[in-house]
């Protein structure tokens, strides 16, 4: 045990610090996530949709319970399990989850042993009934779908990790995709580390492009995707689907020819100056059902002889000029930022079960509580902050000193008198209830 002089501070002898305050929370901004999944009806939708084979003959908490406890403390900023045998007696925890105690690390483990494959497939379809939610309210009418992959580090023997040689490293590879216009992130699938890029993609796609066909018929649809995902499968599901879609393509020697057969060398350019030049062709590869549009970006540097060449196919019509598309695809870069924080925020890549089964679940959580946040930022902040991160979130609304009150009938959650951001919790407090009307 730490002695009370060790406990004095340095710049002045007479102050003392201990954790013995009482029944205080560090977390109290968590009413405003709590907010959101009520706006969502987030319990109902989980148990309407989440079905998890519980031989438990007794138990204290509900598996539904122990999940939004899950997302609450990802998004609160606790990566590790361990954190729960603290944070289930915290007086904001249990008042936003409605239960006392709460599951400790052991309830969290034993929670994650009892999915099944199945059981991933309905996290995604409550994920994907959340996202329709918010979509409604933000009255979105157009959708961007963007695909990528990253890697998750592995550590030890867990299951189905393996070598990628293109981050030369082992882990695993999941599939991503993010709404372009909202950061929302629409689906998640974890593979295993030496799965190719575009492995698997046409089943991963498939749903998302039906689903939106179906319950938003008149949204417009446009699917981007690196030269990874520069496959038939990939175009012939956007055109089944009625989507657009702009792909880059890595070069080849007959794109390249046809670029050089293209670009115009004028005797007024200056040579020192940065060239551009844009052309739109048809091009059918051998592997290709039909030809297709693929616009071309020649770029050449001031000093340099020679051109560059950059290729995207696309279905959007030649009214959408060639400069345009590379415009329309260069903002494809916000992924990243979405990635990152999925990753550093939400912790999306932490891989902390032996069990494939275990880590796919936790990547699910991760997604659930990335888009609560999502949701947050993008119907209740003002237009300047929506770009907000996680980080800066929890700095400005969630981490807030607080004190719970009960008296016989009610409960007084007392937040900090000098909460500098207290204007700012207020409005997106009040921005929250008023969404409610839109569902």
Not at 35 to 50: H, I, P
Not at 72 to 83: C, R
Request: charged share 20%; with cysteine; hydrophobic share 35%.
């Amino acid at each position: 045990m730490i002695s009370l002089h060790k406990n004095q501070v340095k710049f002045n002898s007479n102050i003392t610090i201990s954790h013995t305050g009482g029944r205080l929370s560090s977390d109290s901004g968590l009413v405003l996530v709590k907010e959101v999944m009520n706006t969502f009806n987030f319990s109902e939708l989980a148990k309407g949709l989440l079905h998890i084979t519980d031989h438990r003959a007794y138990f204290t908490h509900d598996n539904i319970a122990i999940l939004e406890q899950f997302i609450m403390q990802l998004v609160a900023g606790y990566s590790a399990d361990s954190s729960a045998n603290l944070l289930r007696q915290d007086p904001v925890f249990q008042m936003v989850l409605g239960k006392k105690p709460l599951a400790s690390q052991s309830s969290l483990s034993r929670f994650l042993d009892r999915f099944s494959e199945e059981n991933i497939h309905q996290l995604q379809s409550l994920n994907q009934a959340l996202i329709d939610q918010a979509r409604l309210i933000r009255n979105d009418t157009e959708l961007i779908i963007d695909i990528d992959s990253t890697h998750s580090d592995t550590f030890g023997h867990q299951e189905q990790t393996d070598y990628n040689a293109h981050y030369q490293t082992y882990g695993y590879h999941p599939l991503l995709a993010f709404d372009g216009s909202t950061g929302d992130f629409l689906k998640a699938e974890l593979r295993s580390g030496n799965q190719y890029t575009s492995k698997g993609v046409k089943g991963f796609i498939d749903p998302l492009l039906l689903h939106y066909n179906e319950a938003l018929p008149h949204t417009d649809i446009l699917v981007r995707g690196d030269s990874g995902f520069a496959t038939p499968e990939v175009y012939e599901s956007c055109e089944a689907n009625s989507a657009h879609y702009v792909i880059r393509l890595k070069n080849n020697q007959k794109l390249s020819q046809r670029a050089e057969q293209l670009v115009l060398y004028g005797d007024n350019q200056k040579w020192e100056e940065r060239e551009v030049q844009y052309f739109s062709v048809l091009y059918q590869a051998q592997s290709w059902s039909k030809p297709r549009r693929v616009c071309i970006r020649s770029v050449r540097e001031g000093g340099e002889l020679l051109f560059q060449h950059s290729f995207i196919v696309t279905s959007l019509s030649e009214t959408i000029s060639p400069e345009a598309v590379f415009s329309l695809y260069g903002k494809r870069g916000t992924m990243e930022n979405f990635i990152k924080e999925a990753k550093s925020g939400f912790y999306f890549d932490k891989t902390d079960s032996p069990r494939f089964l275990e880590n796919h679940v936790r990547m699910m959580m991760s997604v659930l509580a990335y888009n609560l946040v999502n949701f947050l930022k993008t119907i209740a902040f003002e237009k300047l902050n929506q770009g907000m991160t996680i980080h800066s979130i929890r700095l400005r609304l969630l981490k807030v000193a607080g004190k719970l009150v009960q008296t016989g009938r009610q409960a007084y959650l007392k937040l900090s008198s000098y909460h500098v951001y207290q204007a700012e919790f207020y409005k997106v407090f009040e921005r929250l209830r008023q969404s409610r009307q839109w569902i």
